[in-house]
């Protein structure tokens, strides 16, 4: 599975942007998609992620009503739409994706072996 992010860029405080992932290589129907994020220095941290063949969808509490994932299945796409964006917001973010994970593993970055390469959001405040 390749996975391309992009749509990262600079925004303003109370901004909004919207992530893209093109997954292209294999049928994903069973698999989970997810977004992490990595702020200059500090470890890289879940932020979202969704069962490619379901709607129940995961996020950490600091981004819950303000982030939204959804994919589109015609497409092989999986975005991130960033809405209220705050500065502590700004790291680089990374789509990533595996076939076999269990709920309870969801939110471990181990858990993936698909990475897209990051895409630098950057929220001035």
């Known amino acids: 599975v390749q996975l391309q992010a992009s749509g990262g860029g600079l925004v303003q405080a109370g901004g909004s942007l919207r992530l893209s992932c093109a997954a292209s290589?294999?049928?994903?129907?069973?698999?989970?998609m997810g977004w992490f994020r990595q702020a200059p220095g500090k470890e890289r941290e879940f932020v979202a992620a969704v069962r490619w063949n379901s709607r129940i969808t995961y996020y950490t509490d600091s981004v819950k009503g303000r982030f939204t994932i959804s994919r589109d299945n015609t497409k092989n796409m999986v975005y991130l739409q960033m809405n209220s964006l705050k500065a502590e917001d700004t790291a680089v973010y990374y789509c990533a994706a595996d076939p076999r994970i269990i709920m309870t593993m969801i939110r471990l970055s181990s858990s993936y072996d698909y990475w897209g390469q990051g895409t630098q959001v950057t929220v001035s405040s």
């Open positions: 290589g294999r049928t994903l129907s069973s698999y989970v």
